[in-house]
């Protein structure tokens, strides 16, 4: 034990004790592992091992694997660019221009195994693609172009709405696409309410759409000119709806994005399609993981971008020409609020809001039903054929006898077991 030290006479000095600690130790001999963290370790993007925070299935669509795909000749089936007045039967692919928009707006799903193929190949349908072509030729106000696609799981609902945007690029388009509306209920982005708006806005999610937006519709957007007066443009020279965007979405996202759609409803030059992928995600969540001030759950169509959809898709706001589509997924729930929309059959009398759901329901009214079948026999020839040409197939020749043994597997040609038949061995 440690003792005061003895004063001295004639001094007066205070008695104080002088303690030891373990934390003195500690800050003597300081861990190297305390030591400031390289700032480079905080930087965003690929890591230094030169791998990706995704995972590959989810990105192989987008990566670059198809470089190593064997080329086709140049005279080959599927070489020749999907257009309006492409015959059915026959393998296409997708032009140059059309799939660099729809690289960024996030057309393409995981399922379609275009990382496969050298060029970007689509099965012109009788069923699906015709009407669908006719329909982006038209030009029709919005609201008489209302569409639902329908199909069981792996047909080719999202193909459907792929080459509809291919479609509507060729023709002149701007395209607004919402791939994956989960991010808009699963509490992954903020909600806000907005007096101005009168809903909740969503300002990440606006922030990147709007950048998707403007970078895949470029040059249309540059022709058109601002006609209206905008809040959050006030004091700024914007001339056309890219400087619009480019100068509003990170002043005020939510408020850019109704402005840039309340431009687009006035004028009568540009024609614009407007989608979304997995519509039935609403269906499944009715309400948003998000939380209004109050602690309350919110209502998906008192978000912004679910409700600007449902808007468009009810009719009750339309583009001067245009058209809406949205398809519906096998990977979320499907309960009678969509199908009793579309007047496909009737909503229990006393069900709740989790199986049917009135308000969504109404936004389905009048809406047209393109639904997705099986391949045929010949088209799953055609697409078998084309797939052994790009040596997808391991056979070395197509016999009657694997066609048909294929197309029995695949549950009578449904197109994604069709292609997971024939490649896996290499997926």
Excluded at 107 to 122: G, H, I, M, V
Excluded at 139 to 155: E, F, Q, T
Excluded at 210 to 218: E, G, K
Aim: aromatic content about 8%.
């Amino acid at each position: 034990m440690l003792r005061a030290a003895r004063p001295r006479v004639g001094v007066s000095v205070a008695r104080t004790w002088k303690s030891f600690h373990v934390s003195s130790a500690v800050y003597a001999f300081r861990k190297k592992s305390q030591e400031p963290a390289d700032p480079s370790i905080f930087k965003r993007g690929t890591p230094k091992n030169k791998g990706w925070v995704d995972s590959f299935e989810d990105t192989a669509a987008y990566s670059r694997l198809r470089a190593k795909a064997p080329k086709l000749p140049e005279d080959a089936p599927g070489k020749e660019p999907l257009s309006a007045n492409s015959a059915p039967g026959q393998v296409y692919c997708i032009p140059d221009k059309a799939d660099a928009v729809l690289r960024v707006i996030g057309s393409y799903r995981r399922n379609q195994k275009y990382e496969l193929f050298a060029d970007r190949p689509t099965l012109v349908r009788e069923s699906t693609t015709v009407p669908v072509a006719n329909m982006i030729k038209g030009l029709k106000p919005s609201k008489d172009n209302r569409v639902c696609v329908l199909g069981p799981l792996g047909v080719g609902k999202s193909t459907t709405l792929t080459q509809a945007h291919a479609l509507a690029v060729e023709q002149g388009y701007i395209v607004l696409h919402v791939p994956r509306p989960i991010e808009l209920v699963n509490g992954t982005t903020d909600a806000v309410y907005d007096d101005s708006l009168g809903h909740f806005a969503q300002p990440m999610y606006a922030r990147r759409w709007l950048a998707r937006i403007a970078r895949a519709n470029r040059e249309m957007l540059s022709t058109l000119p601002v006609t209206m007066e905008h809040k959050v443009t006030a004091g700024s020279k914007t001339q056309n709806l890219y400087e619009l965007i480019t100068q509003g979405r990170r002043k005020g996202p939510a408020q850019t994005l109704a402005a840039l759609v309340a431009e687009l409803e006035a004028q009568t030059t540009a024609p614009v399609l407007f989608t979304m992928d997995d519509i039935n995600v609403f269906a499944d969540h009715i309400y948003s993981e998000n939380r209004s001030t109050s602690n309350m759950p919110i209502y998906h169509g008192d978000l912004q971008v679910p409700h600007l959809f449902l808007e468009f898709l009810a009719g009750k706001r339309t583009f001067a020409k245009g058209a809406v589509m949205a398809a519906v997924s096998g990977s979320h729930r499907m309960n009678e609020t969509i199908l009793a929309g579309l007047s496909l059959t009737q909503p229990s009398p006393y069900a709740k809001i989790d199986r049917y759901d009135p308000n969504l329901a109404a936004s389905f009214r009048g809406v047209g039903v393109l639904e997705v079948p099986r391949y045929s026999a010949e088209e799953a020839r055609a697409s078998l054929e084309y797939w052994h040409q790009a040596q997808v197939i391991p056979e070395e020749i197509l016999t009657e006898s694997y066609i048909s043994q294929k197309y029995f597997v695949s549950g009578n040609g449904n197109p994604r077991e069709l292609l997971r038949a024939c490649t896996e061995l290499y997926v």
